[in-house]
């Protein structure tokens, strides 16, 4: 390993040569008669543990070489212990304003200038040091939440993908509702402060979307598959995907965070609400249904009218896209419409994406 450097900047060839004297046992000495000097040795070596740097030199004075470290944040690295006369005794305030670590005053003594140059050496490795550790630390974590949130990912998408094998449909369309879902979340953030909506609850709704028909993993296969219109009682029976879909994740609650669980619990529950309370399953009337909940359920409605179903054809984007706005497929918040009316050239483009890689 290199040996550690401190650089030492005085005009007077003495106080260099008794500095020297000091550390040139434990430390490489590199040495400067000026400022400009000095910022050369400064730009080409790295090893630099401390600088003991006069203020009264000719070409460029020490604060100029502070001036030149703050600017390019070198004092938060390598630290500066200001070695400065009696008769320049008031530049002491302007020494520490620039970030300096110590001000010492000649004539000096040998061993208090050693003594405190070595706890600053310490001080700063250890607080070098400690950093190095800190950012190791948060990397590891990050990598660690990384894992666990793409495990998640992958058992969201499992589970989801359980109920569009059972159902017959395209495997897409759990896809396409994260899309949505991503896309009018991004419209809300930016167009509707009120909602207090950050990029995390974005993200996390989004992936809890995926679970909104989690529940018709417990309906009968004669009703789920049912090539047809279903009846009133089979209407009921299979409105009860909502409540089962809490049950289900109840039991497979483990340790996600609250904040996911919540947004996971209430789409399942309420996405089939609708404003003017002729949802279901609790009948819940204009803002008493979750946010999240209700951009879920435009994004789910229009993905249903514009996919192929065994008892209709897919509608045309525009067609599927009126129908909502006009309230044929139930009443939705006004936000959330405003939402769904910004977002309709994304939804537009992105079924017709979907289209052209459909090879079924």
């Known amino acids: 390993m290199d040996k550690q450097q401190i650089l030492i900047v005085d005009d007077e060839e003495i106080n260099r040569a008794v500095l020297n004297e000091m550390f040139r046992e434990e430390y490489d000495i590199l040495e400067a008669e000026n400022g400009q000097d000095a910022i050369f040795q400064i730009e080409n070596n790295h090893n630099i543990v ?38 320049v005794r008031d530049s002491e305030d302007e020494a520490y304003t620039y970030g300096v670590a110590d001000v010492m005053h000649k004539p000096f003594y040998p061993h208090i200038v050693r003594r405190r140059s070595k706890n600053i050496i310490e001080l700063y490795q250890n607080k070098h040091n400690m950093e190095v550790r800190l950012k190791e630390q948060e990397e590891a974590i990050m990598e660690k939440e990384k894992e666990i949130l793409e495990n998640n990912e992958f058992m969201i998408d499992a589970l989801s993908s359980v109920v569009e094998f059972r159902s017959a ?3 897409e369309h759990i896809r396409r509702i994260k899309y949505f ?24 709704i989004a992936r809890a979307s995926a679970l909104h028909d989690i529940g018709k993993i417990g309906i009968p296969d004669a009703i789920l598959l049912k090539p047809g219109r279903l009846t009133s009682e089979e209407f009921e029976i299979m409105k009860t995907h909502t409540t ?82 006009n309230g044929e497929c139930g009443q939705f918040s006004p936000d959330v419409l405003e939402c769904f009316e910004l977002a309709k050239v994304d939804f537009f483009n992105i079924v017709e994406v979907i289209k052209m890689f459909d090879f079924s």
């Open 169 to 171: 449909e395209t495997g």
């Open 181 to 204: 879902t991503r896309i009018m979340l991004k419209y809300l953030m930016k167009y509707f402060p009120k909602y207090g909506l950050t990029q995390e609850q974005v993200d996390e």
């Open 50 to 87: 401390l600088i003991l740097l006069d203020v009264v030199m000719p070409v460029m004075n020490g604060f100029e070489v502070l001036k030149y470290m703050k600017e390019r944040e070198l004092l938060e690295e390598i630290p500066v212990i200001l070695i400065t006369g009696e008769s």
């Open 244 to 325: 089962i879909g809490c049950d289900i994740l109840e039991k497979l609650r483990g340790n996600q965070s609250a904040g996911f669980y919540q947004y996971c619990y209430d789409i399942c529950r309420y996405h089939h609400e609708r404003w003017d309370g002729n949802g279901y399953p609790d009948h819940l009337v204009g803002d008493q249904i979750p946010i999240s909940a209700q951009i879920v359920a435009v994004a789910d409605v229009y993905d249903a009218l514009v996919s192929p179903r065994v008892y209709k054809s897919a509608y045309a984007n525009n067609i599927a896209y009126d129908m909502i706005m």
